[in-house]
């Protein structure tokens, strides 16, 4: 079995399949501690925080946003310089980061990685950074649903 048979294996186990002496994985127990300090964004109201001065930003890989579509209106930041870029104190940040009371809205594929990405977020300052329930797959969904 080679590393990419592993993580895919892997992709495939149910969130809290993994033990840890309660049955919890440590990653699952990680995202339970980073979400009890965000205030979700839900797919339907996602429209309402941008109307209200919300940044969107869009940490999805390019092959996820190839084969998927873009998210209308969101700044894409890759995962791996997003804490640089939303830094109010770094000087890599992006202009449109120099507000740390601003609220932020991370979006990833399927709402993982961008709840672990808002807690740090918030970690650094930004204590309005949250992120979207379900990623970028809830809300396109949410618009199919809708344009029915």
Same mark, same amino acid.
């Given at each position: 079995m080679d590393v990419v =048979?592993? &993580?895919e294996e892997q992709a495939d186990a149910p969130v809290g399949a993994g033990a840890d002496g309660d049955g919890a994985s440590r990653i699952d127990r990680l995202?339970? @501690?980073s979400r009890a300090?965000? @205030?979700r964004v839900h797919p339907e109201d996602l =429209? %309402? @925080?941008v109307s209200a001065g919300a940044l969107v930003v869009d940490t999805r890989p390019l092959d996820q946003r %190839?084969?998927?579509g873009a998210l209308p209106g969101a700044l894409v930041i890759d995962r791996n310089v997003l804490e640089w870029r939303l830094d109010p104190t770094?000087?890599?940040r992006l202009p449109v980061a120099d507000d740390p009371t601003r609220r932020i809205v991370i &979006?990833?594929?399927e709402g993982y990685s961008s709840s672990l990405a808002a807690h740090t977020l918030q970690r650094l300052g930004l204590a309005r950074a949250t992120d979207l329930v379900g990623g970028f797959q809830a809300w396109a969904a949410f $618009?199919? $649903?809708a344009a029915r």
């Open positions: =048979d592993v &993580v995202l339970l @501690e300090g965000l @205030e =429209d %309402d @925080e %190839d084969r998927d770094c000087p890599f &979006v990833c594929n $618009q199919h $649903q």
